[in-house]
């Protein structure tokens, strides 16, 4: 079946620009999350959803960036005035519920580039 | 609050030879424990996964990996590498809460 899949795969932008960031989750996975993964801090949690709604926002690296997720499928993330530290690859995974021994199955990301 | 650490950033083993990747876990609660995959320019592919079961954990591509109360670790381990296995490797834990919190990472070479 078809996996996570995102977009797009590559987005290079003007430092001060708006992004948004585009994850179609597994059919029917409930928990969908957000990473970002760069050389200075590796691989890191930023939100994630259950359903439409986002307990957990403690990743989020400054009010900047938000995210949303509709119809409990859909998933936009958006950095406002993006900056060059916010050059990294943006993952997305979704597992079928939320549960700390749930496997997260992950997209292939989104390679931001701000200059 | 979890975490893991990776010993060796890099690993070179020849074709044929014994696969090592180190991971050390610290966690207040019991651990879940994850290995993933990263093939260049791809997303993360579950390699295996530890979730309280057994504590022998085998997983896709002929590796395995045992979670060792005692001493905290995670190694990840396959008999005989083969090219096909050169990427970079990741350890990762949950806890009580569903975020994954990964390792720095090992990149693996493997060289004829």
């Known amino acids: 079946g078809a996996g996570v899949s995102q977009s797009p795969s590559n987005k290079v932008t003007e430092k001060g620009k708006d992004v948004e960031l585009r994850c179609d989750p597994i059919?029917?996975?409930?928990?969908l999350y957000w990473y970002r993964q760069s050389l200075g801090q590796g691989l890191e949690f930023l939100i994630y959803?259950?359903?439409?709604?986002?307990?957990?926002k403690s990743g989020l690296p400054s009010d900047r960036f938000s995210a949303e997720r509709t119809g409990g499928s859909v998933s936009t993330l958006t950095i406002q005035r993006t900056q060059q530290e916010d050059s990294a690859v943006y993952l997305c995974a979704s597992s079928l519920v939320r549960t700390p021994r749930e496997t997260q199955y992950f997209g292939p990301g989104t390679r931001l580039l701000v200059l | 609050a979890q975490s893991v650490t990776q010993l060796g950033s890099h690993v070179s083993v020849s074709e044929g030879a014994l696969v090592l990747l180190r991971c050390n876990y610290s966690?207040?609660?019991?651990?879940?424990l994850f290995w993933y995959v990263q093939y260049p320019n791809q997303g993360l592919q579950l390699l295996l996964k530890?979730?309280?079961?057994?504590?022998l954990v085998k997983g896709i591509n002929g590796f395995e990996a045992e979670f060792k109360k005692s001493e905290t670790s995670f190694h990840l381990t396959k008999p005989s590498a083969h090219m096909s296995d050169a990427a970079e490797y990741f350890c990762?834990?949950?806890?009580?809460?569903?975020?994954?919190?990964f390792g720095t990472g090992t990149r693996l070479q493997v060289t004829l």
């Open positions: 530890y979730t309280s079961a057994a504590t």
């Open positions: 966690s207040s609660v019991p651990p879940y």
């Open positions: 059919s029917g996975h409930t928990a």
């Open positions: 959803f259950q359903g439409n709604s986002a307990p957990d």
């Open positions: 990762a834990v949950t806890g009580t809460a569903s975020k994954l919190t």
